[in-house]
């Protein structure tokens, strides 16, 4: 399954499940790697169950994460498919896994226990909480927007914590593991040795909240529930139109006077309360209230299109519908057909090796026969 992208050649040992390894894995898969993905007998990935909503049969969830992948049943508790797993991760270039810690050290396919025979190997570990106290804890994405403080600082207005409409730590402790896996692979290529990767999902969305975590870590401020406000910039929210609401991100004085000026109250910018962007935050009950009366006056189309040209952030509140026709009309091309699934394309643009979609997401154990006769090819390993 050559990719012919930046990563052909690799392989990678995929031992992962639900969305932050398997997102990562995908990725890679894009990127060329070949992917075989283990799968537990009888069941699969937990995804392969989780609808509705289903795509011919199959669970939608499991499949936008699995493309490019080839899937092996193993049964990590017989001693043929542990010793089928282990002759995989011998030749694997990457090992990716998100079993419970400790797991994977119980079967022998811990990274120390691999590398002697393999070290070159790039292994990565996803967790939850890490693999000290917290190595018990359920590494669920609600549980971790919960416990991690982006909750806390999440919903309508205080006292009503709401989670992220998407499993959003998960992708992005998938991203920072992408980042770490490559970075063993250049250490590689220069020493020939191959290390142990591990993120977890607490500390990704520590390092994720960025500017809100600063602020504690700096200043040991603790931010509340904002609703759709900024805690550093105004005007930057939601408000209602004639019609539909927008969203306002104002986020420089010369925007803030533009924007004065196409509501008809130029002399906005040069009132004490809002000339600056810190007057601004500090009296932004104010400011909601005379540009909530003003926008009401004209529709959402009519705003956006008017404040568009001035150079103001505004746009509209669209569903999910309306942001995948948005990126097809600015000839983004989100979709991809692949073995006639439409899946969400890859947002990675590669000049000289862009990514490819060359399998649809696998059938459980579609390819198990072609990989045990592979792996029991001796000579094939590399």
């Known amino acids: 399954m050559s990719g012919g992208g930046p990563l052909d050649g690799l392989l990678v040992a995929d031992f992962s499940r639900v969305l932050a ?10 990127l060329g790697a070949e992917i075989v ?3 537990r007998p009888g069941t699969g990935d937990d995804t392969r169950s989780w609808g509705p909503p289903h795509h011919r049969g199959e669970a939608t969830y499991g499949l936008s994460v699995n493309r490019n992948k080839k899937s092996v049943v193993l049964d990590l508790r017989d001693a043929d498919g542990l010793a089928s797993a282990r002759e995989l991760a011998a030749r694997a270039d990457v090992l990716v896994e998100n079993f ?9 396919l811990d990274e120390p226990s691999l590398r002697p025979d393999n070290p070159g190997l790039v292994y990565c570990s996803i967790s939850g909480f890490g693999s000290g106290p917290g190595a018990a804890l359920p590494g669920y994405d609600l549980l971790v927007q919960a416990a991690g ?3 806390s600082m999440t919903g309508p207005g205080p006292g009503q914590p709401t989670k992220v409409g998407v499993a959003l730590v998960d992708v992005l402790c998938g991203l920072h593991a992408g980042m770490g896996v490559l970075s063993a692979l250049r250490h590689r290529d220069r020493t020939g040795r191959g290390q142990l990767v591990e993120v977890d999902l607490l500390s990704t969305l520590l390092s994720s909240m960025t500017n809100q975590s600063g602020a504690y870590t700096m200043a040991g401020r603790v931010p509340g529930i904002l609703g759709n406000r900024h805690p550093s910039i105004a005007p930057y929210e939601v408000f209602p139109t004639a019609d539909l609401p927008v969203v306002l991100a104002v986020g420089t004085d010369r925007q803030f006077r533009a924007l004065a000026e196409s509501i008809g109250s130029p002399a ?3 009132d004490a309360r809002f000339a600056t962007n810190g007057a601004r935050v500090a009296h932004v009950d104010a400011l909601a209230e005379v540009l909530g009366t003003a926008l009401r006056e004209r529709p959402a ?16 509140v669209n569903d999910l519908d309306e942001a995948f026709r948005l990126a097809e009309h600015l ?52």
């Open 301 to 316: 189309r009519e705003w956006c299109s008017r404040l568009a040209e001035l150079g103001v952030p505004c746009g509209p």
């Open 21 to 30: 390894a398997p997102y990562l894995t995908m990725l890679l898969g894009d």
């Open 100 to 108: 419970r810690p400790g797991t994977m050290a119980r079967l022998g």
């Open 331 to 382: 000839e983004l091309h989100p979709r991809v057909d692949v073995g006639g699934r439409s899946l969400v394309a890859n947002p990675i643009r590669l000049q000289d090796t862009p990514v490819s979609y060359r399998l649809p997401p696998p059938a459980l154990g579609e390819h198990t026969s072609e990989i045990a006769a592979w792996l029991a090819d001796k000579e094939q390993r590399t």
């Open 268 to 270: 906005l910018a040069d």
């Open 149 to 151: 403080g982006l909750m």
């Open 37 to 39: 993905k283990v799968e």
